[in-house]
């Protein structure tokens, strides 16, 4: 048996040795990278005093319509400061977020924060918006304003509408099972699932306030029908699965199917196929052309199968963008 003198010798030990030498390098330049980084982290921050001055000018110069966008998405404190009845928007992809429903958007920036990306911010953003002045700046705190040309007025929301929607199970035979509005939502007898009204849900990072539209499965469909819309130049279908249902493919899971008809003819208008494993906010649009007027709708889900097809759902009449004039 060799001793262990010699064993230390061989070729083996002596890469063990190396590694533990590594191992160790690696750690002092991990615990340095550290001690520097937290030592820069306090002048990249922002003072009290800095989010209070940002907030005395959003709240002298807001207007009707305007939003504030974060930038970095994750510069969550700034929310705090924002005058109330101001909207936020902050999440994971909110960099590309059209917000649509807005004409002016405020970007509260925090450059100097570690892992933001200017450059990135920029591409995502800047199509469609352009600034509306110079750059404030509060500390380590910036504030843009911009015009958004992505902008659309809503002029019906199904979300909003909900309360004077009629809602009720078809079955393919045209029979109509009515779930009555209880003040609060409609709920359909039998199926504690079959509810109707506004919730709050998030596709994949995209939060929205949208109909939680279940369906009933097999052929039938759950519809919400609405009177006559506002006269808009587009109607806007967004739909999706919500929760980790978007994310499964099991066999016996099946699509679910969105859509709007003419209620008055039956007419197909818009319609959303959401097969299984698909995860995220989907759209579809249709133009003041191709729409009768005036316009009463179904808006309506269905799936074979219901099981974990959890949908969230709205429906909106826009008005023109700017590039399309009045």
């Not at 989010?51 to 939003?67: F, S």
């Not at 539209?213 to 029908?225: D, F, T, Y």
């Not at 929760?243 to 003419?262: F, N, P, Q």
């Not at 097969?275 to 009768?292: F, I, V, Y």
Request: hydrophobic letters at 40%.
């Amino acid at each position: 048996m060799p001793s262990p003198e010699a064993s230390a010798g061989t070729p083996a030990a002596r890469i063990l040795s190396r590694l533990g030498w590594v191992e160790l390098g690696t750690l002092v330049l991990a615990a340095l990278f550290a001690l520097a980084f937290h030592a820069r982290l306090p002048g990249r921050l922002v003072d009290a005093a800095d989010y209070q001055r940002l907030a005395e000018v959003l709240a002298a110069e807001r207007a009707p319509g305007d939003t504030v966008l974060l930038f970095p998405w994750w510069t969550e404190r700034a929310r705090l400061y924002v005058p109330d009845g101001l909207p936020v928007v902050g999440y994971m992809v909110s960099d590309g977020d059209p917000l649509t429903p807005y004409p002016r958007v405020w970007v509260i920036g925090q450059p100097a924060l570690p892992g933001s990306d200017s450059a990135a911010f920029d591409k995502a953003f800047l199509p469609g918006r352009s600034p509306l002045g110079p750059t404030r700046r509060f500390g380590n705190l910036t504030l843009t304003p911009y015009r958004n040309d992505r902008y659309r007025p809503t002029l019906f929301s199904a979300a909003d509408a909900y309360a004077s929607a009629r809602v009720y199970v078809e079955e393919p035979d045209g029979r109509r099972h009515d779930c009555p509005f209880d003040g609060r939502e409609h709920r359909c007898s039998g199926n504690r699932a079959l509810h109707v009204g506004p919730e709050w849900h998030e596709l994949r990072y995209v939060p929205r306030r949208c109909l939680w539209l279940h369906p009933p499965g097999g052929p039938s469909r759950l519809v919400a029908e609405f009177g006559q819309l506002p006269q808009g130049s587009r109607l806007a279908l967004e739909g999706g699965i919500i929760w980790e249902h978007a994310s499964r493919h099991d066999a016996a899971m099946t699509a679910a199917h969105l859509g709007v008809d003419d209620a008055a003819t039956g007419r197909r208008l818009l319609e959303l196929t959401v097969p299984p494993g698909l995860e995220g906010l989907q759209k579809a649009e249709a133009t003041a052309p191709s729409l009768p007027s005036p316009l009463s709708v179904k808006l309506w889900a269905q799936s074979d199968n219901a099981e974990a097809r959890e949908t969230c759902v709205d429906l909106f009449a826009e008005g023109p963008s700017a590039a399309e004039g009045p």
